[in-house]
T-cell receptor
Framework: AQTVTQSQPEMSVQEAETVTLSCTYD???????LFWYKQPPSRQMILVIR??????QNATENRFSVNFQKAAKSFSLKISDSQLGDTAMYFC????????????FGKGTLLTVNP | DTEVTQTPKHLVMGMTNKKSLKCEQH?????MYWYKQKAKKPPELMFV???????INESVPSRFSPECPNSSLLNLHLHALQPEDSALYLC????????????????FGPGTRLTVT
């Protein structure tokens, strides 16, 4: 069984500051993929960043970067220079590399960026 | 075009009504998904279509009936729903990966907000 845990139900940050969202996961598989999805109040789920478990290098997409600690099964998301538009629910998700197409989501972290 | 579209945006239906949700993508993706999402909760997978064939049904009640008429279109037919079925219904799609199965990334539509009265 696969599990994803986001221990921070809500967080807030001031505009232009940096914030880190935590995610831990558990899987017995060696081939898997991790994702962060963002869901703003408009409700459209947007893929922010992904990480292949076999890659040691942490993924980066503009102001978003991850800290992937495979041994610790940790996958945190860092948002630099936070913007008001970053206000959203953030979901960490895991997908096994096999034929199971299912994404396992964490419960989400509601991030509020304050002006 | 990197968009998944869903219609309608909002739907209110009675428990005896029959209605349909529509999802469309023109990215050439051959895997499509239906999710149900309750407020402040993560999405829950309902169905997966791969090459227009149903490959996963997550034990969804028969009052929900999916259909994939072609590679770009996914429908969800609704009949005799219950008030607890009120939720946001999300559609997603994936390109196919090198191994022949769906790629690992899923691209979501904006959802249909369904209210059952």
């Amino acid at each position: 069984a696969q599990t994803v845990t986001q221990s921070q139900p809500e967080m807030s940050v001031q505009e232009a500051e940096t914030v880190t969202l935590s995610c831990t996961y558990d899987t017995s598989e060696s081939n898997y993929y991790l994702f962060w999805y963002k869901q703003p109040p408009s409700r459209q789920m947007i893929l922010v960043i992904r990480q292949e478990a076999y890659k040691q290098q942490n993924a980066t997409e503009n102001r978003f970067s991850v800290n992937f600690q495979k041994a610790a099964k940790s996958f945190s998301l860092k948002i630099s220079d936070s913007q008001l538009g970053d206000t959203a629910m953030y979901f960490c998700a895991l997908r096994w590399g096999g034929s199971n197409y299912k994404l396992t989501f964490g419960k989400g972290t509601l991030l509020t960026v304050n002006p | 075009d990197t968009e998944v579209t869903q219609t309608p945006k909002h739907l209110v239906m009675g428990m005896t009504n029959k209605k349909s949700l529509k999802c469309e993508q023109h990215m050439g993706h051959r895997a499509m998904y239906w999710y149900k999402q309750k407020a402040k909760k993560p999405p829950e997978l309902m169905f997966v279509y791969s090459y227009e064939k149903l490959s996963i049904n997550e034990s969804v009640p028969s009052r929900f009936s999916p259909e994939c008429p072609n590679s770009s279109l996914l429908n969800l037919h609704l009949h005799a729903l219950q008030p607890e079925d009120s939720a946001l219904y999300l559609c997603a799609s994936s390109p196919m990966g090198l191994a022949g199965g769906p790629s690992y990334e899923q691209y979501f539509g904006p959802g249909t907000r369904l209210t059952v009265t």
